[in-house]
């Protein structure tokens, strides 16, 4: 049953899902399955879903909270009568390899890398260089350090804090990032500057030589 208690809300969400709509429409494939992983409430995986009805959006998460907010926001599409290319969310932890997902064309994750271990971005990074075909999309958001220091004052107190949490998280490095993306197949592509001192980084699966 839809409720909207079980509807999820994120203010970052609704600030930034246009800013990352714009960068989104650039760089996906026309046509094909996007796996979003870590969609959290689901507010953008039915945005982006919405805005572009080619493409079916495959969300996913670790928390059945999360899942089941990505859910009741999927049945609204129902009762609009809009295209139901969102497809229903799946449990998926990005350690946990095989991913239980059929193949896909372009890999989303949006502020996870940093709230994460280390090992969460290394497995996002092989299983794209192992599942993206050729001219496939991985595409990260968030804050980055760049040339070992932070961007912002801000994003430096959002990494204290946390590393507080969790001395196994925090704001990565890019060029690092960048460099483990390279020995998995995957070729940065572009780089853009987002609001909030944030960053969209975009790489394509090349041809394995």
């Known amino acids: 049953m839809n409720t909207p208690e079980r509807r999820l809300t ?3 969400a609704a600030r930034n899902r246009e800013p990352i709509l714009e960068v989104l429409r650039e760089v996906l494939p026309p046509r ?5 992983i ?12 919405k805005a572009m009805p080619t493409l079916h959006w495959q969300p996913s998460d670790t928390s059945g909270s999360a899942l089941n907010s990505i859910a009741a926001w999927r049945e609204t599409l129902f009762h609009a009568d809009a295209p139901v290319n969102l497809r229903e969310p799946i449990a998926l932890d990005a350690r946990l390899r095989p991913w239980p997902v059929e193949d896909f ?3 989303v ?10 090992e969460v971005a290394e497995a996002l990074f092989q299983e794209a260089g192992a599942r993206l075909p050729e001219g496939g999309v991985f595409y990260l958001y968030g804050p980055f350090r760049r040339d070992g220091q932070h961007t912002s004052e801000s994003n430096a107190a959002f990494d204290a804090s946390l590393r ?3 001395p196994r998280w925090g704001v990565r490095d890019l060029e ?16 853009v500057e987002m609001p909030a001192n944030n960053l969209s980084v975009v790489f394509k699966r090349e041809l394995p030589v």
């Open 10 to 12: 994120s203010p970052a």
């Open 105 to 107: 064309v372009a890999l």
């Open 38 to 49: 870590a969609s959290g409430s689901g507010e953008h995986a039915l945005h982006f879903a």
């Open 109 to 118: 994750c949006i502020n996870l890398i940093h709230i994460a271990p280390w």
């Open 32 to 36: 094909g399955v996007v796996l979003e």
């Open 164 to 166: 507080e949490q969790n």
């Open 176 to 191: 690092e990032v960048i460099e483990f993306a390279a020995k998995h197949g995957l070729a940065l592509e572009r780089l």
